[in-house]
């Protein structure tokens, strides 16, 4: 890998013209758009049309005249093509963690007699929490969380599992899962499957109904653009449309919530999947973020996203200062999501010197510097730099500095 | 009630020049802020900031930078004073409907031993509909919502009562409970209270602490003017803190989120109340939101807000044409929140007409008009413009016509 193939790399991005979309900041390398991706131009334009003239303006006529009613079920029909999912099917709201309470307990319901949710023990944590809040709400004798190494997965899978919960590339290491097998072993079992998606729906294809999956939920803030904190989604497949029910009842998903009646009478299809009222700013911003996804293939976001890692992993074994670095992110390019993670003892405070360098990367505990390859904005160029950067912050040694050792709030 | 006396009125208002911090549209009187409360001027000024500075220049970063991770609790602080709730018992996140369930699950278990959940047969929907899906979820063995009329409520207060949920002021009816006493009543018999402060935090004063009030949830949209779908509040009384859990474990709720530990351990005190990743862009409006209540003495917004109605009250007696509408408000002003509800046959498409003639109030099935008075921002001089405007619809008939009757999704 030299110059003269970057440049080369780079002419050939089918993906280039893309990046002109953000508003990037001057000088900043940016491969942390797996944490929070950066802001698109159609964003604020957009909120301030929400704010001032549909809030500021129409007041609460907008609900009916800007269609915020039906905000959610528009971004998630936004989303579906994303997800390899036909219409109906996908819901933008409340958080990873919300949604997925409602797909456990809902998944519960729909195996009656099982009690097990299987996981994985390095799944991200959230995930954990929420299984383990659910299990605590019901108690031991309706919901057990086992949680066992990625390859014990298959062994443990046994018929009292009710549903299996995984993300399909793991936030650590970035490995992936094979979405379309695993969906099959389980349902060999009777059981159902959940995916999070919040590492890869933005930055490749996914075929949800194909594959045959029966919820997933994903991320709006990471490869998606949509803002910190953005909403969540949610897929229910169509299947389990008339037999699912999830616990978190609320207006929003009642059938006909202006009636103001006083029995809760679900929603048809994924609508029943809301609770309460929708933030319709968060949810405008995720709206007009999705605009960058429009009209693309979504191979070539696969292709570039790997092409980046791999050019990454080449011009690192050129320096032999970051010789210490040790990938943990699987070898085969085709095992990944669009990240690498290398641990290092000094991880910490490398991620943040490299920072100050202008490259934006990502630490998570206990020792791994996280690196995302957002395809739509990142330039083959900019790995070159990225890496050189890298190198030098390890030579001048400037990450042993105090400043850079000490742990800020959020890492 | 004559203009000479309205003039007088206008020109006494303590509050007169916090109209002057909303944007309000030309030629419209606002009488339902009790549904979406206006745009504040600092709204879109600070979502530009927060959006093109924050998120756009400084990215991740802003999590420590712009102390993203703490606006939940930062904004809570701020609606604090309005509740009479000394610092760190206020949370700001998700909606009204998920934090019920939050504290509805979380007071059983404070409560081993009782199953009942008593409320209001006319409490708003949501409230209902929440604890509807949590005793669907738990079983009859461990959870039963009872609904009774408002004058029962101490009749069927027994031992088995784990908490009560009510609105503080009903959304129908703008009839207001006497928090205090029935608190006290409550306490008596062993039980808790959780308060939804929808139509009362931000438009009269509140005492949750001297009133000894277990947990309390609020509406960030409607007076406190957070915009379209704003994040909710709860309240989880100091003396709680040690012993309350919410079931819906999420990362943000954990003590050290970013150690990405496997266990849950809840964060202290009311940090655990959050689940998922906050939705920065929709707090960061209501942030800015309220500042409009920034050293406001409380007690004049309950004066204003109650002479806002008597005037009505007093100016659609001297209209013969209104006589046809039937208060269902308490007639005594100490008894109501800052609404007026009259019941007509035609309230729907009378609300429509009276909108079209420039007063935007509210309709509420199945024949209810409702009127708020945000006292903030309503002048008494449109007080007189809007009791005249609605005379005039009721007498020319316009309601009358198709496109009036024809019902909206949103009503």
Redesign the interface.
């Known amino acids: 890998m030299d110059t003269q193939k970057i440049i080369k790399l780079d002419a050939n991005d089918k993906l280039a013209a893309r990046r002109g979309l953000f ?1 990037l ?1 001057e000088g ?1 390398i ?1 491969l ?1 758009g797996n ?2 991706g ?2 698109p131009f159609s ?2 334009q957009h ?2 049309t929400v ?2 003239r549909e ?3 129409d ?6 005249r800007h269609g ?2 039906d905000l959610p079920q528009r971004v998630g029909e936004k989303i579906a093509p994303l997800l390899g999912a036909e219409g109906g099917q996908v819901i933008c709201c ?5 949604n997925l ?1 409602k797909l456990l ?1 809902g998944s519960l319901q729909l195996r009656p007699g099982r009690t097990r949710l299987l996981t994985q ?2 799944n ?3 995930d ?3 299984a ?3 299990q ?3 108690g031991d004798s309706r919901c057990q969380l086992e ?1 066992v190494e990625a390859d014990q997965l298959a062994a443990v899978l046994s018929d009292d599992v009710a549903v299996m919960l995984l993300s399909h590339v793991n936030f ?1 290491d970035g490995a992936m899962h094979d979405m379309a097998a695993l969906t099959r072993m389980v349902h060999q079992r009777g059981a159902l499957v959940i995916w999070d998606l919040a590492h890869s729906a933005g930055v490749m294809p996914l075929q949800l109904d194909a594959w045959n999956v029966d919820f997933a939920v994903g991320c709006g ?1 990471k490869f998606l653009n949509g ?6 989604f949610a897929y229910v497949n169509r299947r389990h449309h008339e037999k699912f ?1 999830q ?8 059938k006909a ?8 009478i679900a929603a048809e299809g994924v609508n029943q999947f809301l ?9 405008a ?1 995720l709206d007009a973020a999705l605009d960058c996804f429009v009209e693309l293939e979504l191979n070539q976001l696969r292709e570039k996203s790997l092409a980046l890692g791999e050019c990454f992993l080449e011009l690192m074994e050129q320096q032999p200062a970051l010789a210490e670095f040790v990938l943990v992110s699987p070898k085969e390019a085709s095992r990944r999501g669009s990240q690498l993670s290398f641990a290092h003892p000094q991880a910490y405070a490398i991620c943040r010197a490299w ?1 100050d360098a202008g490259v ?1 990367a ?1 630490f ?2 206990p020792d791994l510097l996280r690196i995302g390859f957002s395809p739509l904005i990142v330039r083959f160029a900019e790995i070159e730099q990225a890496v050189l950067a890298l190198a030098e912050v390890v030579r001048n040694g400037t990450f042993r500095e105090a400043r850079y050792q000490q742990r ?4």
Chains 1, 2 share one sequence.
């Open positions: 508003n900041p900043i940016y942390n944490s929070l950066p802001l964003v604020p909120l301030e704010t001032n809030w500021g303006e007041l609460i006529s907008s609900w009916n915020w009613i409340d958080s990873i963690s919300l309470f307990a023990s390095d991200f944590p959230t954990l929490y929420v383990q809040g659910l605590q709400l019901l949680s650590r803030y803002g910190p904190g953005a909403p969540a029910t616990p978190l009842w609320g207006w929003m998903g009642h919530p202006f009636e103001f009646g006083n029995d809760f609770t309460g009222t929708p933030s319709i700013l968060s949810l911003a920072a934006i990502d998570r505990s800020l709030k959020v890492t």
